[in-house]
C-alpha cells in the first residue's frame, strides 16, 4: 500500500498545566502551601514570567508535573524505534503480532521520494516483501511472519511525556524527524511559557554538533568558531 501521511493529534494536556507547574515551583521558594497558591494566584502573566524565570535558571522539575499525550500515525517502524529510546516517556504502539500486515502501508524517506527511479525500486522491494509475508501468514502466525516486514512499515502509536522530558525530545529530534517538529508546535500553541524558546540543540548552542549528520541548518562547531 502506498505511503499514509504523518498525522500527530493532542489527546489531551494536563488541566490548568500554566497553574500546576507555577504552584508547584512557587512550593520550593514559598512558606505557603502549594494547593493555597493554586487556588489564590490567578494572574497568568505573573504566572508564565514566574515560570520562564525558573526554566532560565535550569529549575526544570516543576514542568514534570504536566503531561502531553499525542496519538501519531504515519510513521515509520525506523522513526519509532528511535522514539522509544526515550526513556521518560510512556507509549502504546500498534502490535505487529495482533494486527495483521497482509495490507501494509509503508514510508518513503524523503531523498528516494524524489528520485523516480529509486521510488519504483524501493515500491518494487516493498511489493516482494507484501507478498513474502502473505505467503509466511498461510503457514505461521503474525508472530513470526512479521519478521521479514521492513523497517519502513507504518505504525500508530500514543506517547505521553512531560514538558520536561520534551525539552530535552526537542532538543535530540527536531532536526531530524518531522514528527518532533509538528509535537513541537501542539506544545509551542499549548504552553508557550515553556515551550516558546524549546527545539534543536543548534539554537541554544549556536552550531550543530552532528558533523556530517548535520541538517545543514547551522554551521558546524568549526565554522561557527571561525576555526
Ligand atoms: C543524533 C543522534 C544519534 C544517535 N545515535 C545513536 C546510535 O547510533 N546508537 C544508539 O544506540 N543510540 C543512538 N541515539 C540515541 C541516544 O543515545 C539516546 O538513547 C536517545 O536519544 C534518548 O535520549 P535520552 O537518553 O536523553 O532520553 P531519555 O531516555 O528520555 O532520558 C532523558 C534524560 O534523563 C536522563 N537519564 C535517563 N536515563 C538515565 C540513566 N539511566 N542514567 C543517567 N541519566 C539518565 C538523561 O539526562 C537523559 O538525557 C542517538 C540519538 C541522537 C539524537
Partial sequence: MPQSKLNV?????????????????????????????????TDLDKQEKFIEKIISSGHLSPLEH???TFAIEGVSRALTHQLVRHRIASYSQQSQRYVKENNFEYIVPPSIEKDENLKKEFKNIMDKIQKAYNELLK????????????????????????CRELLNFFEERCCIRKLA??????????????????????????????????????????EALGR
Avoid at 194 to 203: E, H, I, T, Y
Avoid at 204 to 210: A, D, F, R, V
Wanted: charged share 20%; aromatic share 10%.
Fill in 139 to 162: 503457514t505461521t502466525s503474525s508472530q513470526d511472519a512479521r519478521f521479514v516486514l521492513p523497517q519502513a512499515a507504518e505504525t500508530k502509536i500514543v506517547v505521553t511525556m512531560n
Fill in 66 to 68: 504536566v503531561k502531553f
Fill in 181 to 222: 517538529y509538528e509535537m513541537l508546535l501542539i506544545c509551542k500553541r499549548e504552553l508557550s511559557a515553556v515551550f516558546s524558546m524549546a527545539g534543536p540543540k543548534c539554537l541554544k548552542l549556536g552550531y550543530c554538533p552532528e558533523g556530517k549528520f548535520s541538517c545543514g541548518l547551522a554551521p558546524l562547531k568549526d
Fill in 9 to 41: 493529534q493532542l489527546l489531551e494536556v494536563t488541566q490548568n498545566a500554566l497553574s500546576v507547574i507555577y504552584a508547584s515551583a512557587r512550593q520550593c521558594y514559598s512558606p505557603e502551601f502549594a494547593g493555597e497558591i493554586f487556588k489564590n494566584e
